[in-house]
């Protein structure tokens, strides 16, 4: 299962890359301080997953802690992304519905 998200984790971060979201210099550190869901607040929703969930799961995956349960992720970056062209944001809701299924899957079973 691990590897299984670890793999998703990269297939996004490509997806990110190919598509020219993915950003060589960080957010403020207050964007960081949001208490928001997904720092709606303070990060565009790109921000958030490269920024927060990206290095977040791999954190969890190097440290063993259970995968996180209940993720309801893609509806969120559907609706930020919405203006986006769909095939662009389809190449990145696929692999975050797949670490959904994998997180709540594992914790089904736990």
């Given at each position: 299962?691990?590897?299984q998200?670890k793999?998703?984790?990269?297939?996004l971060?490509?997806?990110?890359?190919?598509l020219?979201l993915?950003?060589?210099?960080?957010?403020?550190?207050?964007?960081?301080?949001?208490?928001?869901?997904?720092?709606i607040?303070?990060?565009?929703?790109?921000?958030?997953?490269?920024?927060?969930?990206?290095?977040?799961m791999?954190?969890?995956?190097?440290?063993?802690?259970?995968?996180?349960?209940?993720?309801?992720?893609?509806?969120?970056i559907?609706?930020?992304?919405?203006?986006?062209?769909?095939?662009?944001?389809?190449?990145l809701?696929?692999?975050?519905?797949?670490?959904?299924?994998?997180?709540?899957?594992q914790?089904?079973?736990?």
């Open positions: 299962m691990r590897e998200t793999y998703q984790l990269q297939q971060q490509k997806a990110m890359e190919e020219a993915w950003q060589a210099v960080a957010p403020e550190a207050a964007a960081f301080d949001s208490v928001e869901p997904f720092c607040d303070t990060m565009n929703a790109h921000e958030w997953l490269q920024w927060v969930f990206i290095p977040r791999y954190a969890i995956i190097e440290s063993n802690e259970p995968l996180p349960h209940k993720m309801a992720i893609v509806p969120y559907e609706e930020a992304l919405k203006e986006k062209d769909i095939v662009e944001v389809q190449r809701i696929e692999p975050l519905k797949a670490i959904e299924e994998i997180c709540n899957a914790n089904d079973r736990a």
